[in-house]
Each structure stands twice: as C-alpha cells, then as structure tokens.
C-alpha cells in the first residue's frame, strides 16, 4: 500500500512539474500566434515585423560585438543604480522605523519622488549631468521611494509585543537580530529584491532611449526608431525583456536557501 502511494505521489508530482513547464510555453505560443497574425493583417515589415524576422535579427545582434558592449554597459549600469537605490531605501526605512520624527520629516518628500514624472525628471537630468549618469539617476529616483515603502512596511510588521518580550528576558541583540527579525523581513525584502530589480532594468533602458545614452541597448533602440528598423527594435526588447525575467527569476532561485533557513528559525 505504501508503495502504490509513493508512486502515485511521485507520479502527481511528475505531472505537476510537467504543467508548470507548459503553461509558460501556451502563454509564448499564444502571444507569437497573435503576433504573427498581426504582422499578416499589418503587411508592412516597418509596422510589425513577422517573428521569424525579429528571430533572424536577434541572432544577428547577438553574433555583434557592439551589441553586447552595450548589453553589459546597460546591465552593469542597472546594477549599480539598483545597489545605491536599495541600499539609500534600507537606511531611509530603518531609521524612519527607530524615529518618528525622522519618518515624518522624510515622508513628504517621498512622496515628491513618488509622484515625479519620469519623462519630466530625465529630460531635466540631461540638461545637468553626462547621459549616462542622468539615466542612474533617474532609476535612482524611481525606484528607491518603492523600494523605501515595502521596506518600511516590512519593518513595521514585525511583532512588537515579541520583541519588547526579548530585550525584557535580556536576549542578546545579535540572536534577535538573527532569529527573529531577520527571519520575519526576508519574504518581503526578497520578493522586493526580484521585483524591483527587473523593474529598475527597465526604467534604466527607457531612461537610455531618452537621454540617448552612448554604448548602451536604450542608444540602439533610439537608432533603431530613427531608421524605421522595427525588427531591431523588437530584437533589443525582446533582449530587455529576457534580461529582467532572468534577473527576477534569478533572485527568487538564490533565495531558496535562505527560505530553508528562515523556517529554520534563523538557525544554520
């Protein structure tokens, strides 16, 4: 009997997987069966190319060394605007969870940020600092107010009354750090990390395309636009695109130890 129930489990299990495989492959076909279509109904490769175009092109960019110069220009550039956003947000939110005065002081002008058109702030940016720095600092501005909010909510959900409890019984700072607090903020604090990492990367390239940024995939699209090669301009989003779910997915796969541990209770 036992043995009839493991296969069984092991047999629902290889059919779940086999599912979850599936159902992002329905979703591609789909959206390449409409796109396709589109591109019958549209008749012009310089309205919408059809995919077997926009493939033919992808290769073709990936096979160019000028093509990942920028690739990496782009993602290193990502990658360092993302570190300082989080980074600014997490003392921004740790010191607006110990102050109340602190919090109220900052919260008006997060909400500036917030609410900042992004258009607006990059066209400025570029009248006062070098392409490439204005399209950080844009991203900067974008994505550390969201990233100081979901911190903050993070802290703020953590059990007070526990807490208080812990240094009343005179537990060491270090183990309520390591066994309480940090196990109750990091589910937030990684789907925070994979969002906003993907998010960053795209706000990054439309940054790029507007200040026309040298060496970069936001400066091809620009020159893609400009020459009416839509082909191309698909390839490189379809290459953003790829880059951000990779990076999202990334995150959330390297986080799977640290899950382990935090049912663990914070214990190695």
Known sequence: MKRTDGKHAEASGAVKILFN????LITVGAVLLVWYLGSLAAHSAIVLPAPAATLERLLGLLRAGEFWRSFANTLLRSLFSFCLSFL???GLGVSSRLFGVFRRLIEPLIAIFR???????????VLWMSPGGAAVAVALLVIMPTLYAALLSALDNIDQPLFDMCRVFGVKRSRILGRMILPML???VILTLASGLSLNLKLLVAAEVLSNTAHSLGAMMNAAKIYFDT??????T???????VL??????????PLYRWKDAGGRV
């Open 247 to 256: 990076m999202e997915w990334g995150i959330k796969t390297a986080a799977k």
């Open 231 to 236: 082909a191309e301009l698909l390839a490189l």
């Open 115 to 125: 609410a900042l058109p992004t258009v607006a702030v990059i066209l400025l940016l």
């Open 186 to 188: 990091l589910p937030e």
């Open 238 to 244: 379809i290459v953003s695109v790829v880059a951000a």
């Open 88 to 90: 600014l947000a997490a």
């Open 21 to 24: 495989m599936l159902y992002p």
